[in-house]
């Protein structure tokens, strides 16, 4: 691999547990990068806080951590101020879909073309196993002693529901099939979900790698243009679906949206002020 193309970050050590699904996220992601022919530079990973948000400090880009369940807003803003840029918004299922749950349905209003990666191992890893959004009715914890009493959250049928522009699920063991589907989310023109199951060897005894592998098929003869159909491929519980479910070309961005962009112009941040014209506002307000 050309140095250049390296988004590999050799100095640092990651934080997680032997066997965690996380490693394999950050291979697909590295390799994906690296397939799709993106610069280090070209590459802006922002995420929130919790195990999956450690992502971007063991990648060789650009990045910004903030505040937990709050990547998305800045990722918009991000593209929003440099198009140019790959932008991925990158977390587990409680940051995305708990304490970040309002930002991810305005995020699928406002379509900006990032990229959104979920770690989904249906558990709070970082804060010791407590049940997340996506835990199934039943499933016992050390603060759920009885089990989960509200019905878990299903993002994929939820973003179907609200027109989110590409839809995708990925079982994280599967290599080969998650860095196409990532590749894939990357290069769509507009938002695109990437949920991934991850199992958590730590703190979730049940959903575990054999369960994902037993519990999982992927898409075939699927029509990723129906939305009804994607609905109900994404309302399955017998076996969960793992592909695309769902995809909108045809939805113009956040940022073609925006009427500063729609004038031939740079980047924001290559755009000069214009210093007396901005006193006269001033001046006038």
């Known amino acids: 691999m050309n140095k250049s193309m390296s988004f590999e970050q050799k100095v640092v050590k990651p934080a997680w547990c032997p066997g965690c699904g996380n490693f394999f996220i950050l291979k697909a992601l590295q390799r994906a990068l690296v397939e799709l022919a993106l610069k280090p ?151 695109a979900l990437v949920d991934i199951f991850q199992p958590c060897v730590t703190f979730n005894k049940v959903n575990t790698y054999k369960w994902f592998q037993e519990h999982t098929y992927i898409l075939q003869d699927h029509d990723v243009h129906d939305q009804g159909q994607a609905f109900l491929r994404a309302t399955e519980t017998e076996k969960l679906p793992l592909g695309i479910f769902y995809q909108n070309e045809k939805k113009k961005t956040f940022e073609q949206r925006l009427k500063v962009h729609q004038e031939e112009g740079p980047a924001f941040l290559s755009r000069t002020i214009n210093r007396e014209k901005l006193k006269e506002i001033l001046e006038e307000r």
């Not at 060789?60 to 840029?85: E, Q, S």
């Not at 349905?105 to 049940?131: F, S």
Request: glycine fraction near 10%.
């Open 41 to 191: 530079q070209e590459v802006v990973i922002v995420s929130g806080i919790g195990q999956a948000a450690k992502t971007p400090q063991y990648l060789n880009v650009h990045m910004f951590n903030g505040l937990h369940g709050r990547a998305l807003p800045p990722a918009t803003a991000i593209k929003a101020c440099n198009p140019h840029l790959t932008v991925i918004a990158e977390g587990g299922d409680g940051d995305m879909y708990g304490e970040g749950g309002n930002h991810f349905l305005h995020t699928i209003r406002r379509n900006p073309d990032i990229t959104q990666l979920v770690h989904n191992n249906m558990v709070y890893g970082l804060t010791k196993g407590q049940a997340s959004p996506t835990s199934e009715l039943g499933y016992r914890t050390p603060v759920q002693v009885d089990g989960v009493i509200s019905q878990p959250i299903n993002p994929i049928a939820l973003a179907i529901s609200q027109d989110a522009s590409f839809v995708a699920r990925v079982f994280c063991a599967n290599l080969e099939h998650t860095v196409e589907i990532i590749k894939k989310a990357i290069q769509h023109p507009g938002y």
